[in-house]
């Protein structure tokens, strides 16, 4: 597959998390999301793309994800970030409590160049973890992805176009969690309000095909992904989810 084009960046977040309520106005909360929200974090420096996704869990309620690149880790705990965070926009002080058992998660991003292809991803699916304790463990587990999924995932799968491995980090992620922006937000996650807990680190697989598309393989690619990695983690998640909106800076 072709060389990648856009910059791998060294940080991630992503947040997840359902409608709390099927009365709310969901048509109202896209559009804070995408026309205002998205855009306002593109504006902050360092940010480079940000992206919206959507699902629906077995409840019939809806799901959404929304993940952010950016230039350096640090940039989740930058002046400018934390001013937005604390100052936040009448939308945002509406819409974002509407989303229950949030999770939030900030996160160290390694430069796997080899594993991905150019494009944005119709399916991304998240899949989280328990990473191992031990740091070789751990380091096995990068090489894994670089040297022998990707490898043979890619080869036989055309749709495939990135695999991320995102590792959680406690001090950004609870940094932005404690602001004004996430006062009324019920965190699923109890590692995002620094409450003790588990690590979660996060695999994300991007592919072209819709999530709804009855060619699509992604059941197939994360069935495959999830019962290798359970050679180094557990607690293993996953979840599909299809694109709603992609913006860059």
Known sequence: MPAATL?????????????SDKTINEEGLNEWWTYEHL????????????RR????????KSQYLVCYEVSSLDIFTSPAYMDALNNPTPGTQTYMPLMASLNRLSCSRPEFNECSASGTGATLVLITFQPPISQNLRDELGAWIA????????SHHQSLLAIHLLRYDSYASQSGSSTKSYEKVSFQSAAATGVASPERWVILVELTESITAPFAQHRALTHSI?????????????????LICALSE
Do not use: H
């Open 39 to 50: 855009p306002e974090r593109i504006a902050i420096p360092g940010f480079r793309r940000a």
């Open 147 to 154: 040297e022998t999924i990707w490898p043979s995932l890619s």
């Open 53 to 60: 996704y959507y699902s629906v869990s077995e409840n019939s």
């Open 226 to 242: 999830v019962q290798q990695l359970k050679r180094f983690a557990s607690e293993i998640e996953s979840q599909a989810f299809g």
């Open 7 to 19: 910059p791998r960046e060294r940080g991630m977040m992503v947040i997840w998390g359902e409608v």
